[in-house]
C-alpha cells in the first residue's frame, strides 16, 4: 500500500508542476534584455510596451467574442498573420488590411479608383508639370494628439526614399518640401502623369509620425491619422483598433464603429464556419468553391466585384526554344483562359488576354488575338518553329496554390500539341529565388493592387524593368512605355499604353490568362462596407445594426 | 541520485547544442531566403543588400552562429527578422496557449488511455479487448485535419454548442476558457489516447504473465488486487515512458490542429516562421521544442528512478 501511494504522489506532484509551470508563463513578464545581434535597432524597444498594452485592452474584446452584436466592435478575420505594422516595411496584405484603418495618405483611391483628397484637401500642378503643390487639410491629429504638419509628409516620403519598399514609386521625384506647415511641394524631374497613384495609391505610401520611428514602435504600434487607433496586439487577442474620437472626417459621424477586433484564422474551412456561426462578421476571402453556397446562406452577405489583379505566366526568353517568338505564340494559343479560369476560381474571374481589368474604364484595352484551345494554330507554330517534343519546366508555388491548379490544367492543355509540361512546386521564398536566379522555363503567379498602367507594365517588360525576369526586350516597347510615363494628355496617353499592351501581347511577354474577382463575406448585421476593385479594407463607413 | 542528475543535465546541455548547430545549418542550407521574402515581389538589389546587413545576414555563417549562440546562453534568442520583436517574447507570448492546450489534450488522453487499457489487458481476448483495440486502431488512424474539421462541423456549425476556433485565456473566464479549449483537446487528445491505450494495454498484458503474477493469484488475491498491486507497479515504465514522449510531443505545439482550430500557439508561430524564412524565430521555437523534450526525458527517467531503484544503479 505505501508504495503504491507514493507513486500516485508523484502523479499528482508531476500534474501540479506542470500546471504551476503553465500558470507561471501566463504571468511572467519576459525580460527582453539588450539586443546586439540583430535587426532593425530601432524596433529592439518596442516590445516591452505591447507585451503589456493587452492587460489593460483584454476586457473589451473578451465580451464581443461572446455576443459580437452586443457591443459596436467589429470582429473580422483574416486568413493570415499580418507580419509586421510598419506600413513601410511591410509587403504582406494581411498587414494592409489592418493599417488601412489606421493610417492615411497624401490623396487616396476613391472607389471607383480615381484620386480623391485624403490628407492633402486641393494640389495644383505648375504649368511645366513638375513643380505639384499640395495644401494640406487643416486639423489633421496624430492618435497621438499631436497635429500633421507639412513636415510629416516630408519626413515620410524621405523615409520611404530611404529605407522602405517602395522607393521605387519615387522615380521621377527630384524633391520634396515643406515651404510652411500646411503646403507641401514635390518638384519633378520629368512630368509623372501618375504622381498620384505612385505616391498615395495603397497605404503602403502612410504618411506617419516621425516620433513612433524614433522611439522604434512603428512595427508594433503604429499611430497614424485614420478612422482607427490601434490599441494592442497579441496571439490571443488578435489586433484591436478603436474609434479615433478626433478623426478629420468626424464630423461626418465617422467612424461609426467603436472599434474593430482584427482576428486570425488560418484555415478558410473554419473561417468560413465562424462567419457562418456568427463568431465573427467579417471575413476577408471566401474561398471560390464556396462562393456558390455561401451567397445562397440566410444571413450572409457575399461582395464580389471584378479586381485589378492579374495572374499570368511567362516563358523564358533566355532559354532556347522560348526566344522564338512563335513558340511563345503558339503556347499562348493552346491553352484555354475559361477552363483554366473555371478550375482555378471556379469561375470567380474575368479571362482577359491583357493585363488591365474592364472594371479599370480609365485604362483598360479590349484585345485578345489569341484563341481558345486553338491547337491547330499553336501546332502550326510549332512546327513553323521547328519545334517538337518540347518539355517546359514551369515553376510554381503551394503557397498561391492556385499556380499549381493552373499549371496542371495548362499541362494538360499543352499535352494536345505535344508539349510536356512538368511542374516544379516550391514553397515561396524558395520560388523568388530561382525566379531571380532565372531557373525555370516558365514562372507563373499574378500581380495585385495596380492602378496605373506603368505599375502594369514598365517593371514587367521594359528591358530595364526590375521584374523582367522573362527576359523580353523591345524597343519600340521601351520608348513606348518612357513615353507614357511623361505624357500628361490623358488621350494620349492611353493611346501610348494601347500600343505597348498590343506589342507585350502579341510577342507574348506574358501570357496574361485572368483578372480574379475581389470577394469578402459578412453577416447581414453589417452595413455601410463595400468590396473595392482595389481590394483596400476600409471600415470607416461600416456600422453594425 | 545527484550524480545521476548531474549526468543528465550534462547530456541534455549536449543535445541541445547539437540540436542548434543542426537546425542553423538546416535553414541556412535550404533554398528560400528570408529577405527576398521580406521584400515580396518588389525585389530591388540595393534594398536588398541593405536589409541582409541590418539583420546581419551578410557575415560568414560560423560569425552569425556563434554570435547567436553567444546571446542564446545568455536566455536572448534574437529579435525576428520580419517584425523585429525578441524571439523569446514570441514565444512566451504562446506558450500559455500551447501548454493549455498540450495538458489538456493529455488529460483526455490518460481519462481514456488508462481504463481502456487495462481493461483490455485484463480481459483480453474477450469482445471487450477487441472492441477496445479496434476503437483504438480508429483513433490512430484518424488524421488530426480530418478529425478536427469534423468536430467543428459538428458542435460548431450544425449544433452551434461550441467556437470553432480561437483560445480565450483562462483570466476571461472558465467558461469561454473551456468552450474554446474542448474541440481541439478532444482532437489530439483522442489521438494520443488511441497510441497510448496500445502501450498501456501491452504493458498490463506483459506484467500480467510473470511468474509473481501466478503466485499473487494462488495467494488468493482478488484480481483487482492483482492488477493493483503486482501487475501495475511493474507496468508503469513502458507507460511512463510513452506518456512522456506524447507530452514532449503535445508541448512543442501540433501544428495542424493549431492551424484548424486557429489557436495561437507555438506549432503556427514556426509553421509562419518557416514560411518567411525568419530564421531567428524557428531557431528560437526549434530549440525551445528541443528543449521540452529532453526536460520531460529528464523527468521520466527520474520518475524511472522512483519506480525502479535498479535504474538508479546503472
Not at chain 1, 417 to 427: A, K, P
Not at chain 2, 101 to 106: F, K, Q, S, T
Not at chain 2, 291 to 309: E, K
Request: hydrophobic fraction near 45%; glycine fraction near 8%.
Amino acid at each position: 500500500m505505501r508504495k503504491a501511494r507514493t507513486r500516485w504522489r508523484i502523479a499528482i506532484l508531476i500534474l501540479v508542476l506542470a500546471l504551476a509551470a503553465a500558470a507561471c508563463s501566463e504571468g511572467e513578464s519576459v525580460d527582453v534584455g539588450d539586443e546586439t545581434t540583430a535587426a532593425p535597432a530601432e524596433t529592439t524597444e518596442a516590445p516591452a510596451e505591447t507585451t503589456e498594452a493587452p492587460a489593460e485592452t483584454t476586457e473589451a474584446p473578451a465580451e464581443t467574442t461572446e455576443a459580437p452584436a452586443a457591443a459596436n466592435i467589429l470582429i473580422a478575420a483574416q486568413g493570415s498573420e499580418p507580419d509586421q505594422l510598419d506600413p513601410h516595411m511591410t509587403s504582406a496584405y494581411a498587414s494592409f488590411q489592418v493599417l488601412e484603418n489606421v493610417y492615411d495618405t497624401l490623396v487616396q483611391p476613391a472607389a471607383d479608383l480615381s484620386m480623391e483628397p485624403a490628407l492633402a484637401e486641393s494640389w495644383v500642378i505648375s504649368d511645366d508639370n513638375l513643380t505639384w503643390t499640395f495644401t494640406l487639410r487643416d486639423g489633421v491629429k496624430f492618435h497621438n494628439g499631436r497635429d500633421l504638419v507639412a513636415d510629416d509628409v516630408v519626413y515620410s516620403f524621405e523615409r520611404i526614399i530611404a529605407e522602405g519598399l517602395n522607393g521605387w514609386r519615387f522615380g521621377s521625384v527630384e524633391s520634396v518640401t515643406a515651404p510652411d506647415d500646411s503646403t507641401v511641394v514635390i518638384t519633378l524631374t520629368r512630368p509623372s502623369p501618375n504622381l498620384l497613384v505612385s505616391i498615395a495609391g495603397f497605404k503602403g505610401m502612410a504618411i506617419i509620425p516621425k516620433e513612433i520611428v524614433d522611439d522604434g514602435s512603428i512595427g508594433t504600434s503604429p499611430v497614424g491619422t485614420g478612422p482607427f487607433r490601434f490599441v494592442s496586439q497579441s496571439p490571443d487577442e488578435g489586433i484591436v483598433l478603436e474609434k479615433n474620437p478626433d478623426y478629420w472626417r468626424a464630423s461626418e459621424g465617422l467612424p461609426k464603429l467603436d472599434g474593430i477586433r482584427f482576428v486570425q484564422i488560418p484555415d478558410a474551412g473554419t473561417k468560413l464556419t465562424a462567419l457562418r456561426t456568427g463568431e465573427v462578421h467579417w471575413i476577408d476571402a471566401v474561398p471560390p468553391q464556396d462562393i456558390e453556397s455561401l451567397s445562397g446562406e440566410a444571413g450572409v452577405t457575399v461582395g464580389r466585384v471584378p479586381g485589378g489583379d492579374y495572374h499570368y505566366f511567362a516563358l523564358n526568353q533566355n532559354r532556347t526554344p522560348f526566344d522564338d517568338v512563335r513558340v511563345r505564340q503558339a503556347i499562348a494559343h493552346a491553352i484555354n483562359r475559361e477552363e483554366i479560369t473555371e478550375a482555378a476560381q471556379f469561375g470567380a474571374a474575368t479571362a482577359n488576354q491583357t493585363a488591365i481589368p474592364a472594371s479599370n474604364a480609365a485604362w483598360y484595352y479590349s484585345y485578345a488575338p489569341f484563341g481558345s484551345g486553338d491547337t491547330a494554330t499553336a501546332q502550326g507554330l510549332l512546327d513553323d518553329a521547328g519545334v517538337s517534343g518540347l518539355t517546359i519546366d514551369f515553376l510554381v508555388t503551394s503557397d498561391f496554390p492556385e499556380t499549381v491548379t493552373q499549371a496542371q490544367v495548362i499541362a494538360a492543355e499543352l499535352a494536345a500539341v505535344g508539349v510536356t509540361v512538368e511542374i516544379t512546386d516550391v514553397d515561396f521564398s524558395t520560388w523568388l529565388d530561382m525566379e531571380a536566379n532565372g531557373e525555370f522555363d516558365a514562372f507563373m503567379l499574378s500581380w495585385i493592387g495596380n492602378i496605373d498602367p506603368d505599375d502594369f507594365y514598365y517593371a514587367q517588360h521594359h528591358s530595364e524593368g526590375g521584374f523582367n525576369f522573362q527576359g523580353y526586350s523591345n524597343s519600340e516597347v521601351d520608348s513606348l512605355l518612357d513615353a507614357g510615363r511623361v505624357e500628361t494628355d490623358q488621350a494620349a496617353r492611353k493611346a501610348l499604353y494601347d500600343q505597348a499592351a498590343q506589342i507585350i501581347v502579341d510577342e507574348a511577354s506574358y501570357i496574361y490568362l485572368y483578372n480574379p474577382d475581389n470577394i469578402n463575406a459578412w453577416r447581414d448585421e453589417v452595413g455601410g462596407y463595400m468590396t473595392r476593385g482595389d481590394n483596400a479594407i476600409r471600415f470607416e463607413e461600416t456600422f453594425l445594426q | 541520485m545527484s550524480g545521476f542528475l548531474v549526468r543528465r543535465i550534462l547530456q541534455m546541455l549536449l543535445a541541445l547544442l547539437g540540436v542548434s548547430i543542426v537546425v542553423f545549418a538546416l535553414m541556412h542550407l535550404v533554398p528560400g531566403d528570408p529577405v527576398r521574402v521580406a521584400l515580396g515581389t518588389r525585389f530591388d538589389q540595393d534594398l536588398y543588400d541593405a536589409l541582409r546587413e541590418r539583420v546581419g545576414l551578410d557575415k560568414p555563417l560560423i560569425q552569425q552562429y556563434f554570435s547567436w549562440l553567444g546571446s542564446a546562453i545568455t536566455g536572448d534568442l534574437g529579435v525576428s527578422f520580419r517584425n523585429g520583436q525578441p524571439v523569446t517574447t514570441l514565444i512566451m507570448e504562446r506558450l500559455p496557449a500551447t501548454i493549455t492546450l498540450a495538458l489538456a489534450a493529455l488529460f483526455i488522453a490518460l481519462v481514456v488511455a488508462l481504463p481502456a487499457g487495462i481493461i483490455s489487458a485484463v480481459r483480453s481476448g474477450t469482445g471487450l479487448d477487441y472492441t477496445v483495440s479496434a476503437a483504438s486502431q480508429v483513433g490512430i488512424s484518424m488524421p488530426d485535419f480530418w478529425a478536427g474539421v469534423m468536430y467543428i462541423l459538428l458542435f460548431s456549425l450544425t449544433l452551434g454548442w461550441l467556437p470553432s476556433s480561437g483560445f480565450a485565456p483562462f483570466g476571461d473566464g472558465i467558461v469561454e476558457w473551456a468552450r474554446h479549449l474542448i474541440l481541439p483537446a478532444l482532437t489530439i487528445g483522442l489521438i494520443s489516447g488511441s497510441i497510448i491505450t496500445r502501450f498501456v494495454r501491452s504493458a498490463v498484458l506483459e506484467a500480467l504473465n510473470q511468474d509473481y503474477v501466478l503466485t499473487a493469484r494462488a495467494k488468493g488475491l482478488s484480481e483487482w488486487q492483482v492488477v493493483r498491486r503486482h501487475v501495475l507497479p511493474n507496468a508503469w515504465i513502458p507507460i511512463v515512458t510513452v506518456v512522456g514522449l506524447q507530452l514532449g510531443f503535445l508541448l512543442g505545439g501540433v501544428v495542424v490542429t493549431e492551424v484548424i482550430f486557429a489557436w495561437p500557439g507555438l506549432g503556427r508561430l514556426a509553421l509562419t516562421a518557416v514560411k518567411d524564412r525568419d530564421f531567428t524565430v524557428l531557431q528560437g521555437a526549434v530549440l525551445y521544442i528541443a528543449f521540452m523534450f529532453l526536460a520531460i526525458n529528464l523527468i521520466v527517467d527520474i520518475i524511472y528512478a522512483r519506480l525502479d531503484p535498479r535504474v538508479r544503479v546503472s
